[in-house]
């Protein structure tokens, strides 16, 4: 079944650049998304990227798809401490529903 | 343009009750999806509805059901609690139409978070 795996953990100072990874597994999927979680809120959709896409600027947000090997990444550009919070990358599978990954923490430290 | 709204934001429950919860879609949005969220299982699909019929459902046993009225609001409803169904539970709303494209952005509500004691 589709599966999507990114990394726990990221810890980055304030001012550089964060790059959360993920890995998918649904060759399908026509669209992949981030979204991003605050303490005790919901998800807040940040960007997405479609599949013939290689990469997707938005300010200081950049998606980057390799869809050969079924890597995508986002990174933030001078991280503030806002920025802390979970990231779920996700895919929407076949039946159109989204397969999310675990979420990766990001923390900002000042 | 208000977002989409989850009611109510905190349930206690105890075990053996049963628990509805509501959200209601972005204005023009037809496609109500619900989520659970738990630390163990992350985010996972409970089902999706559409011009009040669900249209797509997870892996989720029968005690899990929902609804959708026709001013699109859906309910999502849980009978026989189980401890195991605290959880954060989130609805999206979309623009999804009878025909499916892929390019549909799903906005989320804060969420309603159940715990079952």
């Known amino acids: 079944g589709e599966d999507v795996e990114q990394s726990l953990f990221l810890s980055v100072r304030e001012g550089d650049s964060s790059v959360i990874n993920c890995t998918y597994t649904?060759?399908?999927?026509?669209?992949l998304y981030w979204y991003k979680q605050e303490p005790g809120a919901g998800l807040q959709l940040l960007t997405y990227?479609?599949?013939?896409?290689d990469m997707k600027q938005d300010q200081r947000l950049t998606v980057l798809l390799n869809k050969k090997d079924k890597h995508l990444s986002l990174r933030i550009a001078d991280t503030q401490t806002g920025d802390s919070a979970i990231y779920f990358c996700a895919e929407k599978d076949s039946s159109y529903k989204l397969i999310f990954g675990s979420g990766t923490r990001l923390l900002v430290r000042p | 343009k208000a977002g989409v709204t989850q009611t109510p934001r905190y349930l206690i429950k105890t075990r053996g009750q049963q628990v509805t919860l509501s959200c209601s879609p972005i204005?023009?949005?037809?496609?109500v999806s619900w989520y659970q969220q738990t630390p163990g299982q992350g985010l996972q699909f409970l089902f999706e509805y559409f011009s009040e019929t669900q249209r797509n459902k997870g892996n989720f046993p029968g005690r899990f059901s929902g609804r959708q009225f026709s001013n699109s609001r859906s309910e999502m409803n849980v009978s026989t609690l189980e401890l195991g169904d605290s959880a954060l539970y989130l609805c999206?709303?979309?623009?999804?139409?009878?025909?499916?494209?892929?390019?549909?952005?799903?906005?989320f509500g804060q969420g309603t978070r159940l715990t079952v004691v």
């Open positions: 204005s023009g949005h037809r496609s």
């Open positions: 990227i479609f599949s013939n896409m």
């Open positions: 999206a709303s979309s623009l999804e139409t009878a025909i499916r494209k892929s390019n549909t952005e799903a906005f």
């Open positions: 649904d060759s399908s999927s026509t669209y």
